[in-house]
């Protein structure tokens, strides 16, 4: 069976995209969620998973000096690029060490080290989780803190989204992406069937959404634009409006500006399950629209 996949997405960071996709996982049913913000999950504070199961994810090596080979030449804080290489003249004795943030992981020090105290570790650099939730189940991760290789955790999210999503036999796949248009992104985007870009009435708004369509449409992917709290700004509305149709980008809709939003996640519900008002009436409406594009 083809699993669909529908990736909520954002230029920018605050459009309320967590938001719509935990409204859109309440529409369900038959979806599997998959979180790929792993940089700053949040979707799980309105889904309230539920761990089955828990792996350890590792991200790109480190250097790590070991004190009683290292000769304390200095040639290691002299070649790193990133000052990474930190000379600790108080400690007793004298030593080098490496700073695990700044490390880039380039190798360049190993190659250096003329007495072979420096090698290449991969620690721990976040964790992956199959849960499940009132709306299905759901994959999702968290980096840690300072961690880099975000694109790689989300691609293993999504490899275990699909695979879980085969063996239940669901029919599609609603990740909730991270925002911008940097790598983690990018592997949000990668073969999915279709993007919605959530968008704000402001000039960052406009500008960031710009930025992410031109990315869907290098890697041909159908973009649909939805305008969160669109009657903050009537005619930046308008004019995002106007450039979704000059772009041939399907234009999914408008949704007001509505405090119940803030109030349901105070609670951990979505919208959906907060209350029947008519912003939850034109979200149910757009997100069978979405799913009849994608069929």
């Known amino acids: 069976m083809s699993v669909k996949q529908l990736a909520v997405v954002s230029g920018k ?47 790109g090596a480190k250097a790590e000096i070991d004190p009683e080979l ?71 991760a968290r980096l840690g803190i300072g961690d880099e290789n975000s694109g790689k955790l989300v691609s293993m999210v999504r490899k275990a989204s699909l695979k ?24 949000s985007l990668t073969g999915v069937d279709y993007a919605l870009a959530v968008t704000e009435p402001t000039m960052s708004g406009i500008h960031d959404l710009k930025r992410i369509s031109e990315l869907c449409r290098h890697f041909f992917i159908p973009v649909g634009v939805v305008i969160n709290k669109f009657d903050l700004n009537p005619l930046i509305s308008e004019e995002i409006k106007k450039f979704a149709e000059t772009n041939h980008y399907d234009f999914i809709g408008r949704i007001p500006y509505d405090p119940d939003f803030t109030r349901a996640m105070v609670q951990g519900k979505s919208l959906m399950e907060f209350n029947s008002s008519p912003v939850s009436n034109t979200i149910s409406e757009m997100w069978e629209y979405i799913k009849n594009l994608i069929k």
Request: hydrophobic share 40%; net charge neutral.
């Open 13 to 59: 960071g605050g459009t309320g995209k967590t938001s719509l996709a935990a409204c859109f996982a309440a529409l369900g049913p038959g979806l599997l969620i998959a979180d790929c913000d792993v940089d700053a999950a949040n979707l799980h504070l309105i889904a309230s998973p539920m761990i089955l199961k828990k792996q350890d994810f590792y991200g």
């Open 70 to 140: 290292c000769q304390r030449l200095g040639i290691c804080r002299e070649v790193c690029r990133f000052d990474a290489v930190i000379f600790e003249a108080a400690a007793q004795p004298v030593r080098y060490r490496i700073d695990p943030i700044a490390c880039d992981g380039c190798g360049s020090c190993v190659e250096f080290c003329v007495s072979r105290a420096i090698k290449m570790i991969q620690p721990k650099a976040g964790e992956w989780y199959r849960s499940e939730t009132r709306f299905g189940p759901m994959v999702h």
């Open 164 to 187: 879980l999503a085969d063996e239940k036999g669901l029919k599609m796949v609603l990740i909730d992406g991270p925002p911008g248009i940097g790598c983690p992104v990018i592997a």
